[in-house]
């Protein structure tokens, strides 16, 4: 029978590993978001004066995120082999949706005043992305690179099943052993991990320039 007692007491007697195992999630997780921002968001700058350039990735990355992480994850096994590489490629490709759209809305969405306001104090169109549209945009780019956080956080659970390693062990061997509290006790360390990098990134959110303020 599960009870938040039996739940603890697995949680107790397995942290040694529950531990090295959240090391492991955090390490594949966070890479494929590092890889995911220093892509998506150029790739986002670079959509934005292009509408047809920006359906086509947008749509791309939209088609991408609908594919079962499973399937994904098995069409890369020929291409970058089994374990962590394929596990970050795929949660890679994940993340592209919500930092490039956002990347992309937050700069199309930039007050025209602004902009003219910039224009008006003699500013290139670089200095004005720089100085202008990056700034008020930050807001509505971290939003989504919180989002993709989260989503691969999510996601890096699935990639146990292809020898990623991580959390996800627990829970495979949790249904293959039918003990709902190693299931249980893998899933609330899941959740606790994401609150924390959301909650993390919402901090860092709030001290950018430009963001001071903001509620998203």
């Known amino acids: 029978m599960v009870s938040i007692a039996s739940v603890g007491s697995w949680i107790t007697e397995n942290s040694g590993l529950l531990i090295e195992q959240m090391i492991q999630h955090l390490n594949i997780a966070l890479t494929s978001?590092?890889?995911?921002?220093?892509?998506w968001v150029p790739a986002g700058l670079l959509i934005r004066r292009n509408d047809r350039a920006a359906?086509?990735?947008?749509?791309?990355?939209?088609?991408?995120?609908t594919i079962p992480s499973l399937a994904?994850?098995?069409?890369?096994?020929?291409i970058v082999g089994i374990g962590v590489p394929s596990?970050?490629?795929?949660?890679?490709?994940?993340?592209?949706?919500?930092?490039?759209?956002?990347?992309?809305?937050?700069?199309?969405?930039?007050?025209?005043?602004?902009?003219?306001?910039g224009r008006g104090l003699g500013m290139t169109e670089?200095?004005?992305?720089?100085?202008?549209?990056?700034?008020?945009?930050l807001s509505v780019i971290m939003t989504?690179?919180?989002?993709?956080?989260?989503?691969?956080?999510?996601?890096?659970?699935v990639a146990a099943f292809f020898g990623a390693g991580g959390l996800g062990d627990s829970i495979f061997a949790g249904i293959r052993l039918n003990n709902p509290n190693q299931v249980?006790?893998?899933?609330?360390?899941?959740?606790s991990i994401a609150?924390?990098?959301?909650?993390?990134?919402?901090?860092?959110?709030?001290?950018l320039p430009g963001t001071r303020g903001q509620n998203i």
């Open 55 to 65: 359906e086509m990735l947008l749509g791309t990355a939209g088609i991408i995120l």
């Open 184 to 191: 249980i006790g893998a899933a609330l360390f899941i959740s």
């Open 72 to 78: 994904l994850l098995s069409l890369l096994i020929p």
């Open 33 to 39: 978001l590092f890889f995911g921002i220093i892509l």
């Open 144 to 157: 989504g690179i919180r989002q993709a956080a989260v989503l691969l956080v999510a996601i890096t659970t």
């Open 87 to 117: 596990a970050i490629v795929a949660l890679t490709l994940y993340s592209a949706l919500p930092i490039a759209r956002n990347t992309y809305v937050g700069l199309t969405n930039v007050d025209p005043a602004m902009i003219e306001a």
């Open 126 to 137: 670089r200095q004005l992305l720089l100085r202008v549209r990056v700034p008020l945009a």
């Open 195 to 207: 609150i924390v990098i959301d909650s993390g990134l919402y901090g860092v959110q709030k001290i």
